[in-house]
């Protein structure tokens, strides 16, 4: 496994950097090993699938996890509110650095997230393809 890091400045979007990051870096598959950091404002979508909850205060990134690819990064984030409750939720554009992310991805060798439609689900699904030859 190879790691990339980066450390995120204020104003960068979380979710859209890291789609540049695995694009930047050709990241056929991988994980968030860590994220630590704030966020000023942010948006997350519920387990609905369609919600969007828009969080209107400094938050503390207290969980970031989930799939990163070239093909589609499928992100999940737990933030601390200044009064200490916790919110989360799928990340999507919208989560905005406040001072600092310091961004751990982990690359998977040998694999590669490809997306394929799932008539079950009605969505675009992430599948994972093991590389020959590795």
Same mark, same amino acid.
């Given at each position: 496994?190879?790691t990339?890091?980066?450390?995120?400045?204020? !104003? %960068?979007?979380?979710?859209?950097?890291?789609?540049?990051?695995?694009r930047?870096?050709?990241? !056929?598959?991988?994980?968030?090993?860590?994220?630590?950091?704030?966020i000023?404002?942010?948006?997350?979508?519920?387990?609905?699938?369609?919600?969007?909850?828009?969080?209107?205060?400094?938050?503390?990134?207290?969980?970031? %996890? @989930? $799939?990163?690819?070239?093909?589609?990064?499928?992100?999940?984030?737990?933030?601390?509110?200044?009064?200490?409750? $916790?919110? !989360? @939720?799928?990340?999507?554009?919208?989560?905005?650095? %406040? $001072? $600092?992310?310091?961004?751990?991805?982990g690359?998977?060798?040998?694999?590669?997230i490809?997306k394929?439609?799932?008539?079950?689900?009605?969505?675009?699904?992430?599948?994972?393809?093991?590389?020959?030859n590795?």
């Open positions: 496994m190879r990339v890091c980066k450390r995120l400045h204020r !104003g %960068n979007d979380l979710f859209k950097s890291i789609q540049a990051l695995a930047e870096q050709h990241i !056929g598959a991988g994980v968030v090993l860590s994220a630590v950091g704030c000023s404002k942010g948006v997350v979508r519920d387990a609905s699938g369609v919600t969007l909850r828009r969080i209107d205060e400094p938050c503390e990134i207290v969980s970031l %996890n @989930g $799939t990163v690819s070239e093909v589609r990064c499928h992100l999940h984030i737990a933030l601390s509110k200044e009064d200490l409750s $916790t919110v !989360g @939720g799928h990340l999507v554009e919208g989560c905005i650095v %406040n $001072t $600092t992310c310091e961004l751990v991805l690359v998977l060798d040998g694999w590669r490809d394929e439609f799932d008539e079950q689900t009605g969505y675009d699904e992430l599948i994972f393809r093991e590389e020959a590795q």
